[in-house]
C-alpha cells in the first residue's frame, strides 16, 4: 500500500467541510501526513473577492489550528479563479499524493448546470482522488 505524506484537501467553505477535515485529518495523523488546506475563491468583482479571501481566511485559519493542536502539520493555501482550473494547477505545480474532496451528491439537474469539480479531478489528475460523501 502507498504511503501518503502530502495530502490536499480541497475545502470549498460550505458545511460538509467539518466533515472532511474530520475524515481526512484521522487519515493523516495514522500516516504522519501533512495536510494542505486549499480554498479556490471563484468571484466576479472585487468586493466579492475581498469578502470571500477574508471569510475563507477565518475558516481555513481555523481548521489550520484544530489542526495544529492534534499535533498535524497543517498549510493554507488559497487561490482565486475557476475551481477545477486552480486545483489543476495546485496539483501541477505541488508534489502531492493524494487529492481528498467531498463530494456533494448534486442532482443531474445540478450537475449539467454547475459541472462537478470532482469528474474533472478524476479526468485529470495522475494521483488518487479520495472523495467523501458526508452524511445527510
Do not use: W
Not at 500500500?1 to 495523523?29: G, N, Q
Not at 494542505?36 to 477574508?54: C, G, N, P
Not at 469539480?117 to 445527510?136: A, E, G, H
Request: aromatic residues 6%; glycine residues 4%; contains cysteine.
Amino acid at each position: 500500500m502507498k504511503v501518503y505524506r502530502e495530502i490536499l484537501v480541497a475545502i470549498d467553505c460550505s458545511r460538509v467541510d467539518d466533515f472532511l477535515v474530520e475524515e481526512v485529518s484521522a487519515l493523516a495523523l495514522q500516516l504522519g501526513a501533512t495536510l494542505h488546506l486549499l480554498h479556490v475563491i471563484h468571484s466576479h468583482t472585487l468586493d466579492q473577492e475581498r469578502f470571500l479571501r477574508e471569510e475563507a481566511t477565518y475558516i481555513l485559519d481555523r481548521y489550520r489550528k484544530k489542526l495544529e493542536a492534534e499535533g498535524l502539520e497543517v498549510n493554507v493555501v488559497i487561490r482565486s479563479g475557476e475551481p477545477e482550473r486552480e486545483i489543476l494547477r495546485e496539483i501541477e505545480e505541488k508534489s502531492y499524493d493524494l487529492v481528498a474532496m467531498a463530494a456533494h451528491g448534486h442532482s443531474l439537474p445540478e450537475r449539467i448546470l454547475f459541472g462537478s469539480v470532482s469528474r474533472t479531478l478524476r479526468q485529470n489528475i495522475s494521483i488518487p482522488l479520495f472523495l467523501i460523501k458526508p452524511d445527510r
